[in-house]
C-alpha cells in the first residue's frame, strides 16, 4: 500500500526553528509537496521537490532525500501565524497525489 | 479576484436529500479536482477531470457525480446524502494538461463544510 507518514502535532516557541518531518512509500515518485492549511481554511502550496537537496524561500525550506523516501519543512524565525497544518503530499508513479494526514504546529509566544 | 470559488460554504440537510456544490476557476487552469477531507484531515481525491478524461476514485459512490457544463466550472452532485457525507469538500485547480498528471501546483477553493442530520 501507499503511505505518507508524519507527526501528528507539534509544538515550538515564537521566533524558534521547527522541522517536520514526512516519510513516504509509495509505488514510484514523481515529486513531494508540502502545503500550509490554516483552520477552517484550504490548502496553500508551499513548495515542491522532485530532486534530493534543499529548496529554501523565505523562512520556509523543504529537504528531500528520495533514496530515504524522506522529507522535511523547516521553518525559521517562527511567528504566530504560522500556526496551522502542514500537509505532505507524494506524487506516485501514475501521477496520482498521496496525502499524509497533515502535521498541527502550534505556536506558543 | 478569487481564483477557485465554491459555494455554497456551508450546507445543512437531512439524510436522504440530494445536493450540490458548485465550483468556479478565473485561472484557465485545464483541470479541476474534487477532493473529501473528513474528521481526520486526511485530503482524498474524489475525481479529476478535464475535457478529455475523467477519472473517478473507485472508492467513492456513484451517489456522488461530477458534472462540467465548461471547463471552468466542476460542480459535485450527491444523491441519497448519508451521515458519512460529512466532510469538508474543496475543489482545485492545476493547470496540468492530463486529468490523471498531478505534477503541479494545485489551487484550492475555500471549501464546502457538509453537514448531514
Known amino acids: 500500500g501507499q503511505n505518507i507518514d508524519q507527526p501528528t502535532e507539534m509544538t515550538a516557541t515564537e521566533g524558534a526553528i521547527v522541522q517536520i518531518n514526512c516519510t513516504y512509500q509509495?509505488?514510484?515518485?514523481?515529486?513531494l509537496f508540502w502545503y500550509q492549511q490554516h483552520a477552517g481554511e484550504a490548502p496553500t502550496f508551499l513548495s515542491y521537490?522532485?530532486l534530493d537537496g534543499l529548496e529554501e524561500k523565505g523562512r520556509f525550506s523543504s529537504f528531500l532525500s528520495r533514496s530515504k523516501g524522506y522529507s522535511y519543512l523547516l521553518l525559521k524565525e517562527l511567528q504566530m501565524k504560522d500556526s496551522a497544518s502542514y500537509l505532505c503530499?507524494?506524487?506516485?508513479?501514475?501521477?496520482?497525489?498521496?496525502w499524509g494526514a497533515g502535521t498541527k504546529l502550534i505556536i506558543k509566544p | 479576484d478569487t481564483a477557485v470559488s465554491q459555494t455554497p460554504k456551508y450546507l445543512v440537510t437531512q439524510m436522504g436529500n440530494d445536493k450540490s456544490i458548485k465550483c468556479e476557476q478565473n485561472?484557465?487552469?485545464?483541470?479541476m479536482y474534487w477532493y473529501k477531507q473528513d474528521s481526520k484531515k486526511f485530503l482524498k481525491i474524489m475525481f479529476s477531470?478535464?475535457?478529455?478524461?475523467?477519472?473517478i476514485n473507485e472508492t467513492v459512490p456513484n451517489r456522488f457525480s461530477p458534472k462540467s457544463p465548461d471547463k471552468a466550472h466542476l460542480n459535485l452532485h450527491i444523491n441519497s446524502l448519508e451521515l458519512g457525507d460529512s466532510a469538508v469538500y474543496f475543489c482545485?485547480?492545476?493547470?496540468?494538461?492530463?486529468?490523471?498528471?498531478?505534477?503541479?501546483?494545485?489551487?484550492f477553493g475555500e471549501g464546502s463544510r457538509l453537514t448531514v442530520l
Open positions: 485561472l484557465g487552469h485545464d483541470t
Open positions: 503530499a507524494v506524487v506516485d508513479s501514475n501521477y496520482q497525489l498521496i
Open positions: 509509495t509505488s514510484g515518485f514523481n515529486g
Open positions: 482545485a485547480s492545476s493547470p496540468a494538461s492530463d486529468a490523471g498528471t498531478n505534477t503541479g501546483e494545485l489551487f
Open positions: 477531470y478535464n475535457n478529455k478524461e475523467l477519472i
Open positions: 521537490n522532485v
